[in-house]
């Protein structure tokens, strides 16, 4: 009868500490590869782009950025912005970690750091920096908001930038 008692006693000091530790957080998703030849993937993007009619949109952050994993997470369960994303841009996350700053990538795109994580800088099909932007004017509480996403994701898509879609059409 001791060793029942013993064992039960035991068996009730784990489950209490097994529940005191809580549940085991999920791991983060690795989006940005620490090795990836940052220039080399832009180089691929850009053509990419030009010969798909699209434009790039460099997503410029790190595995260690809460707020680089929740624009992720929300480009991809938003259908809307997903279609958008799928119709007029080729994406490609940049990292910047003490691993691999890119320095001389974020050179090139003129200091995109310097606004914070992420940020997003937009490229034409020719490799050509249109516009950087900073990600907290797109946030909303603890996320980024799906509007505010949209809209600067359409004012920066191809048919956007095209004159012709602003000049009145020719009438017969």
Sequence with gaps: MKR???????LLGLLAEVKA???AKPESPKIYDPKADAQLDIKNAVAKAQKEGKHVLLQLGGNWCVWCIRFHT??????????????????LRVNYSPENKNEATLAQLGYPQ??????????????????T?????????????PKLVAEFLQQWSPKSLDPQAYLPKKSN
Excluded: M, W
């Design 4 to 10: 029942i008692l013993f064992a039960c006693t035991l």
């Design 21 to 23: 530790q809580g549940p």
């Design 74 to 91: 929300l480009t991809h369960t938003d259908t809307t912005l997903s279609r958008i994303l799928n119709e007029n841009y080729v994406v």
């Design 114 to 131: 310097r606004f914070g994580f992420p940020v997003f800088v937009i490229l034409d099909g020719k490799g050509n920096r249109l516009h």
């Design 133 to 145: 932007q900073n990600s907290a004017y797109l946030e909303e509480g603890k996320g980024h908001s």
